[in-house]
């Protein structure tokens, strides 16, 4: 571990200086450049005689690369393109015959001087890209090491993983970091982010559309929800347990309607444009939150709305509240709506966009011990083009869930209130020492020619979980959560590639072992089948069992 992060932290630390010491490769001569970079290499007190030695040689490579590829492009591209032009330009005046062919002679000098800049920054594009692909190696040589060290890494985000995307007086939004920055294991659901938004009580939100698709749940609090078509305005109430969709490109505004509680909302992302990012776009607004208005020529926006500039400078200017501002009670009031507010099911009376209440429903899986509702397209069709659906949990304090694992479908879950822990079986992160040796199996065998074999191992992913955290876990990944002894552990979950997927229960009366033939069994436990039986019939519980506490407690004794 340690000799793979001195590695990381050599490789980083040359091409960080490389960056800088590219800037001025117009001015530098390579030797003297490769005097610094040594230089800098032995000033690193943290490095050892290896190291440094490594970051020596990584000098003399980049700088041996830069020297091949200069000389295979023109002379003239290494010239001072400024003082090649002015120097052309005093020609064309000295040797002029006419006003019109000194023009055409400057023409060709401005010429001139465009293709030597064009040559230049591509030339440093390439120098940037080398160094970017470098730095990218060796940034993917520490993600694996925090793939395979650390409790849950890389499946639990905690505080450190959530960043503020906007911040107001009245609320604030804080997105969680992409899911592929923490680990190439998520490259599947790399287009999705998660973000919690929460108001103040009495408070509005100022009118915008995404360019993502947006699957929210209401965690907390009561509000008011508005969507604008080219058509026709819809607005729903919403409260805690609504699930609702907002499709990308529609304007929304929103209200807490609430005196005393925030809003809060869960939100599932999905942008239609770049991969993994998103942006809010305020029409109605001026200075904060910035109207997307004012990036316009004035003489564009007077004749599309047929105004007066300073009729558009009063009305895109005035707003300097930020995008979650203070309203009256009276506005508040008018902005309440009954429409859709009583109907469970989206689209009674609201052509299928109004939001669908989770919480009103028969739960999927009830007993004392917890209890688990969900909604996929089947129930709600404005999840079925994005392939979602969502789920809420209520674990009982003390109690757990059947270790289960899905088929097809990708799990995030947050924790809203409480706290537990969780844990996963992976075959794809394990622990340090198994890790190297096994690359540095696979690095010999495919010098030699030969294939790979390795025996299958499954490192326990455990973390423990409270109110925020985040964790995912993909198909097929056995899994378990557990609530403390002292609280129940809410939690709500969104399942990208929902459909057809199917949860399989590895313990209770479900449990999809026990459908296994006696000989099978007996095969692959090498162990009578009655006894193989005795174990997995033992829960009479079906989803939602005792937890380990609660076990040791009814058997009389305790584990230190």
């Not at 492009?73 to 052309?88: A, I, T, V």
Request: aromatic residues 8%; charged residues 30%.
């Amino acid at each position: 571990m340690g000799l793979l992060k001195g590695k990381v932290s050599v490789i980083l630390l040359v091409f960080s200086l490389l960056v800088v010491l590219c800037a001025s490769l117009s001015v530098s001569k390579e030797d003297q450049q490769l005097r610094l970079c040594k230089e800098h290499c032995r000033q690193q007190r943290q490095l050892d005689s290896r190291q440094r030695h490594q970051c020596e040689t990584a000098c003399e490579e980049y700088i041996r690369e830069k020297e091949r590829r200069e000389q295979r492009d023109e002379p003239q591209s290494r010239h001072d393109p400024g003082k090649e032009y002015r120097e052309c330009r005093q020609r064309c005046q000295e040797e002029k015959e006419g006003k019109r062919q000194e023009q055409v002679c400057e023409s060709e000098c401005e010429q001139r001087k465009i293709e030597q800049e064009r040559e230049i920054r591509r030339r440093r594009d390439e120098d940037d890209e080398i160094v970017g692909r470098k730095k990218e190696r060796s940034e993917d040589e520490e993600e694996e090491e925090e793939e395979s060290s650390g409790k849950g890494r890389p499946y639990v985000f905690d505080d450190q993983h959530w960043s503020t995307k906007l911040k107001a007086e009245e609320g604030r939004v804080r997105v969680l970091q992409k899911f592929t920055k923490r680990s190439k294991l998520f490259k599947g659901i790399e287009n999705f982010r998660v973000l919690i938004f929460e108001a103040n009580p009495q408070t509005f939100v100022v009118p915008n559309h995404w360019d993502a698709d947006v699957v929210l749940f209401v965690a907390q609090g009561k509000g008011t929800v508005s969507l604008v078509y080219t058509d026709r305005r819809e607005s729903f109430n919403i409260e805690r347990g609504h699930v609702m969709v907002i499709p990308a490109g529609v304007t929304a505004y929103l209200i807490n309607r609430g005196n005393n509680d925030k809003l809060i909302l869960v939100k599932l992302i999905n942008p239609v444009s770049n991969i993994g990012k998103f942006e809010s776009f305020f029409g109605p607004g001026g200075d904060n939150p910035e109207s997307y208005f004012n990036a316009f020529s004035s003489d564009i926006l007077q004749a599309a709305f047929k105004t007066s500039e300073d009729s558009l400078k009063r009305i895109f200017s005035q707003q300097r509240e930020g995008a979650i501002i203070k309203a009256s009670e009276e506005q508040i009031r008018a902005l309440t709506h009954e429409k859709g507010s009583h109907w469970p099911f989206g689209g009674k009376g609201s052509r299928g966009s109004g939001p669908f209440h989770l919480l009103r429903q028969n739960p999927r899986e009830s007993n004392d011990f917890g209890s688990l509702f969900e909604v996929d397209s089947n129930d709600y069709r404005q999840l079925r083009d994005l392939n979602v659906a969502v789920a809420f949990a209520n674990i009982t304090q003390g109690s757990m869930h059947t270790p289960y694992y899905n088929s097809r479908a990708t799990k995030i879950a947050v924790v809203l209130n409480g706290k537990g822990y969780f844990e996963m079986a992976c075959p794809h992160v394990s622990k340090s020492g198994h890790k190297q040796q096994h690359h540095h199996h696979h690095n010999e065998k495919s010098r030699r020619g030969e294939e790979e074999t390795s025996p299958v191992h499954y490192e326990k992913i455990n973390s423990e979980l409270r109110e925020g955290s985040v964790f995912v876990v993909p198909p097929a990944h056995p899994f378990v959560t557990v609530a403390s002894e002292d609280e129940n552990l809410e939690v709500i979950c969104f399942e990208i590639n929902a459909e057809n997927n199917h949860k399989f229960p590895l313990a209770g009366q479900r449990n999809i072992l026990k459908n296994i033939e006696k000989e099978a069994k007996e095969l692959a436990f090498a162990t009578s089948a009655e006894e193989v039986d005795e174990v997995f019939r033992s829960q009479e519980e079906e989803f939602f069992f005792k937890g380990p506490r609660q076990q040791e407690h009814r058997r009389g004794y305790s584990i230190i």
